[in-house]
């Protein structure tokens, strides 16, 4: 049965201090892995698509990483309005999509 | 902002009663996803229309179905309400090119079940 999990559920970080989130999957197949930030009360908001083991994308202070087995988030020098929750999905053979639980980021000035 | 809109906000139902929420897509996005999403959770994939046709459907039984319309809106109905069916449900809208790719998800409806 096709897996998502993310670590850390929540990750606290002083301004400035740059971290890495986690994305672990276990599917029949992978077609693609999308990251997404969700803030409080909103729909979740498109980042990154990663096809393919040994890609990466980057936006801003974001870096999306991809191996066989898991995905890096990586966060260099955040800044109190990257506080969020970080999801990842993956779309897998199956023909469906499968969220993570995601990590809640808080940046604190 | 991303385009989508849903409708409406909140609602709150009672179990046994059935409920339609409503999308409406950002124009010539031919690829509409729900999900439901309980609190604290990750999204749950529902179901997927292209061109009005469902396209892929989760683990969810016969009594959640949909619609789509050629007018870009969408339709979620879900039949005899049970509690567990509280949770926000968002739909998202993508070109369709590749079936999740670069989806635009709406503010999402807050459905309550006494």
């Known amino acids: 049965e096709d897996q998502v999990t993310q670590s850390p559920e929540a990750l606290r970080l002083q301004e400035g201090e740059s971290s890495s989130l986690n994305c672990s999957y276990t599917?029949?197949?992978?077609?693609?892995l999308f990251w997404y930030r969700q803030d409080p009360g909103k729909g979740p908001e498109f980042l990154f698509t990663l096809y393919s083991a040994g890609e990466e994308k980057e936006k801003e202070r974001l870096k999306a990483t991809l191996t066989k087995k898991e995905s890096f988030l990586h966060i260099t020098a955040p800044k109190p309005e990257d506080s969020a929750t970080y999801l990842c999905a993956v779309y897998s053979n199956t023909g469906k999509l499968i969220f993570g639980q995601g990590t809640t980021l808080q940046v604190k000035p | 902002e991303t385009g989508v809109t849903q409708s409406p906000t909140h609602l709150i139902k009672t179990r046994g009663q059935q409920v339609t929420l409503r999308c409406s897509s950002q124009s010539g996005h031919n690829t509409v996803s729900w999900y439901q999403q309980a609190l604290g959770q990750g999204p749950q994939f529902i179901f997927q229309?292209?061109?009005?046709?469902?396209?892929g459907r989760g683990n969810f039984p016969p009594r959640f179905s949909g619609l789509q319309f050629p007018n870009y809106s969408s339709e979620l109905n879900v039949n005899a309400l049970e509690l567990d069916d509280s949770a926000l449900y968002l739909c998202a809208s993508s070109l369709g090119d590749s079936p999740f790719d670069e989806q635009y998800f709406g503010p999402g409806t807050r459905l309550t079940v006494t």
């Open positions: 229309y292209y061109r009005e046709e469902e396209n």
């Open positions: 599917v029949s197949g992978l077609r693609g």
